[in-house]
């Protein structure tokens, strides 16, 4: 009865996504008191906070995790009657309605009646349209145009590239604990070594990433050890992860609680019990 208990208990303990730190880790993190924190208003927003140009200040395909800012320069131009022009330095390209959706959400149709999505969101105290396509693409805002648009447009590029890296927002993040804000969202919380992530830490990133959470083992900017990840379909896994990759004893649950597989991974492939 008692080994029923206790395997009741570690089962639990795995489907809530939380595992105990290593005790060479304990004395080394800080002590943090747990807070409920008060859940405030979304904020929303509408046609007046779009209308103006918005430039193209980063992309990411599908393949990278990470923005670059590298960008061609593209311009959307959102009007009061509800149409948005986007154009580039040479050519207007297009014209289409735009409307916006609960949740912050937006719609573009083209001539054609294709429907076009994309978000509006805060990253850095700064309003951002994310397009919902396989590029991501990143718009910011440009406040207060001048006539050389152009000009202005390019030295706001110019600026995302120093920013795009993101921010140690607290404690020390070469070597020591710290919380570094990347502006596509992701955000970790956690030990630092030579600048990169080493020891334990928390990762957590926004809804479109490959994962939602992790948490446990670094090294090298990599998941090495111990963790649990949890991904976009609500899936869990929790055991070794070597180099970013499954290896060794793991549990892979399914968004439910039950367990898909339970064994032997070898280079993120389930092989055996």
């Not at 290593?22 to 993190?29: D, F, H, I, T």
């Not at 030295?155 to 596509?184: A, K």
């Not at 600048?195 to 334990?200: A, D, I, Q, R, T």
Request: net charge positive.
């Amino acid at each position: 009865m008692k080994n029923i208990i206790f395997l009741f208990l570690m089962a639990s303990c795995i489907c809530s996504c939380s595992i105990l730190i290593p005790e060479k880790y304990l004395q080394q993190l800080p002590f943090q008191k747990e807070s409920q924190q008060q859940q405030g208003e979304i904020q929303t927003y509408s046609k007046k906070d779009l209308i103006g140009t918005w430039i193209l200040v980063g992309h990411k395909d599908t393949a990278n995790r990470v923005y670059s800012a590298q960008v061609d320069l593209r311009i959307l131009e959102f009007t009061k009657n509800g149409d948005m022009n986007y154009s580039s330095e040479q050519n207007k390209i297009e014209k289409m309605k735009y409307k916006i959706k609960k949740n912050n959400k937006l719609v573009f149709i083209d001539k054609n009646q294709k429907k076009h999505h994309a978000s509006l969101r805060i990253e850095l105290d700064n309003l951002i349209l994310i397009y919902e396509d396989a590029s991501s693409d990143r718009y910011k805002k440009i406040i207060n145009a001048s006539i050389n648009i152009y000009k202005q447009a390019q030295s706001i590029i110019n600026n995302e590239l120093i920013s795009m890296y993101g921010n140690c927002i607290s404690g020390n993040c070469v070597n020591g604990y710290g919380t570094y804000l990347w502006p596509t969202g992701d955000k970790y919380i956690g030990q630092w070594k030579d600048g990169k992530k080493n020891g334990w830490g928390t990762l957590t990133c926004p809804d479109n990433s490959d994962f939602q959470k992790y948490v446990g083992e670094w090294k090298d900017d990599d998941f090495c050890g111990q963790g649990t990840l949890t991904y976009n379909d609500k899936k869990i896994f929790t055991g070794t992860l070597i180099n970013g990759k499954k290896e060794g004893r793991g549990i892979l649950y399914n968004a439910n609680g039950t367990i898909e597989h339970k064994g032997k991974w070898s280079n993120d492939i389930f092989i055996s019990q």
